[in-house]
């Protein structure tokens, strides 16, 4: 059940208990007390002409526990004396919805009927013509004084909303006609919390944490041979090749995670909310069934700096399931409302990018090979007239094998070196001569050592990249053609 109903619930009990309120206050009749001390308002009248009336007008505070059995589950509330907050004996120490709870607590004891349907004393009364025979709900109340009353719920009653059911009320002999909360009638998955990582964001106060933080982050499973560590990257140096990600791939290739697959993963692990609870402390055949035995992907995490496993199963028919290390509860996903989680693979998360330079960090670019000799090197000038208080800012120009070039067809090259597109990942170190050699040079202040790339010859319209000796990947001829292009062409 979606958010939304369970509000419209909680609105629809506000609702009922303002309306009582407003009744007694414009003088309705005062509750009689039947011989087992029960309070309910019933008249003659009341049966002749269906008016409505008071069946139950208890006080909470004089509440010691609700029990309901329903048609799916069995639960018995009461107000926990540290907390002051509703609970269920049988779902102590999991996450719960709290509100939920007190929609029961509230509801059996506040209670107006809409009619009296039949007197059970009758000699044509008979029980199955209301459902009362296998009562779809039974709800037993206990004072704190020792005494209890309880009430059992039938068929739904023709004619009225979908949450009208036939009643009948222990000491009682009327049949009546009363809306009872939706609440009554559900189990685990309706109580059950969906904030999956409710454990792991509440701060030593008990206090839910506003801001999430996901650290590092280790991938297994079908999708990934081995473990797929991805690690915060925390480098604010220009000259880094991997400056401007946010994580990096140090297992199995050293490779920058793609910008926006890495947002898209930690926006998931930060705000991952169930749609629903499939099972409640699940055993190992339903965790077979589930596809959680041998799971399809496995995300190992730190949230606010707890280390946290979680187990998915294979996304089937728009859904996914998944189970936290450690706890007894299997969620239900739904993959529209997933970035990315349903569709990790190296593919989805390594940078496509098989050349990533900055402009403010560089200061030369050599291409040697392919036709083309270039030596472009870069000068900059701190602008006097334009410094923050913060910020230095420089003047660039640019000079090729010697001459004076525009820097906007500087820029131009940049951008398609940066533009590389991998085609292939975990080549073999290429044999033969280099195709073409790149030399990146950096500004004095990054005090960083140039770096070399060399392209071989791999395939028909392919060339594989070693960087300072070692093979990463491939990109296209294509590609290389223009970069060479634009090199020739300022």
Request: aromatic share 12%; glycine share 6%.
């Amino acid at each position: 059940m979606n958010k939304k109903k369970r509000n419209l619930l909680l609105l629809v009990l506000a609702t009922a208990v303002l309306g009582l309120f407003l009744w007694l206050l414009a003088g309705g009749q005062e509750p009689e007390t039947d011989e087992s001390g029960h309070e309910h308002s019933i008249s003659e009248s009341d049966h002749e002409h269906g008016n409505s009336g008071v069946l139950l007008n208890y006080s909470a505070d004089n509440l010691k526990t609700v029990t309901f059995t329903n048609a799916i589950a069995q639960y018995t509330a009461f107000v926990d004396s540290k907390s002051g907050s509703v609970v269920f004996k049988e779902l102590q120490n999991y996450p719960v919805n709290a509100k939920f709870m007190e929609t029961v607590w509230y509801g059996a004891v506040q209670m107006i009927y809409q009619d009296i349907a039949a007197d059970t004393r009758d000699s044509g009364y008979d029980p199955k013509n209301y459902g009362l025979d296998k009562p779809s709900l039974t709800v037993k109340a206990t004072l704190k004084d020792g005494t209890s009353y309880t009430f059992k719920a039938g068929n739904r009653t023709p004619g009225y909303d979908e949450d009208v059911y036939y009643l009948t009320l222990s000491g009682d002999s009327h049949v009546y006609v009363c809306t009872l909360e939706n609440a009554f009638f559900m189990g685990n998955s309706y109580y059950l919390s969906d904030d999956i990582f409710s454990d792991y964001d509440t701060a030593e106060d008990g206090s839910s944490k506003k801001k999430i933080k996901i650290g590092d982050i280790t991938l297994s499973g079908s999708e990934f041979k081995g473990d797929f560590r991805m690690k915060v990257n925390t480098t604010a140096d220009m000259s880094h090749p991997f400056y401007g990600y946010e994580y990096v791939v140090t297992s199995p290739v050293n490779w920058p995670v793609k910008v926006s697959s890495a947002s898209m993963l930690v926006y998931d692990l930060q705000y991952l909310m169930a749609d629903d609870v499939a099972v409640l402390k699940p055993t190992s055949r339903q965790l077979r069934n589930y596809g959680l035995a041998s799971p399809y992907l496995t995300v190992s995490f730190k949230r606010n700096g707890k280390s946290c496993v979680m187990y998915c199963s294979r996304p089937d028919k728009e859904k996914m399931y998944v189970i936290l290390k450690g706890h007894k509860i299997i969620y239900q996903l739904n993959v529209n409302s997933l970035s990315i989680l349903h569709q990790l693979s190296p593919e989805t998360l390594y940078s496509i990018n098989a050349v990533s330079v900055s402009l403010e960090a560089l200061s030369g670019l050599k291409l040697s090979g392919g036709g083309v000799k270039s030596d472009i090197q870069i000068t900059r000038l701190q602008n006097e007239n334009a410094v923050a208080e913060t910020d230095v800012i420089y003047t660039y120009s640019v000079t090729k094998n010697g001459e004076e070039k525009k820097y906007s067809s500087y820029t131009k090259l940049i951008k398609q070196l940066n533009g590389s597109a991998i085609q292939h990942w975990n080549v073999k170190k290429p044999e033969g001569k280099p195709y073409l050699t790149i030399t990146l040079s950096y500004f004095e202040n990054f005090k960083r050592k140039p770096d070399t790339l060399t392209l071989y010859r791999y395939s028909d319209r392919e060339y594989a990249v070693v960087r300072e000796g070692y093979p990463t990947n491939t990109v296209s001829e294509t590609w290389v053609k223009q970069l060479l292009s634009d090199a020739g062409a300022f």
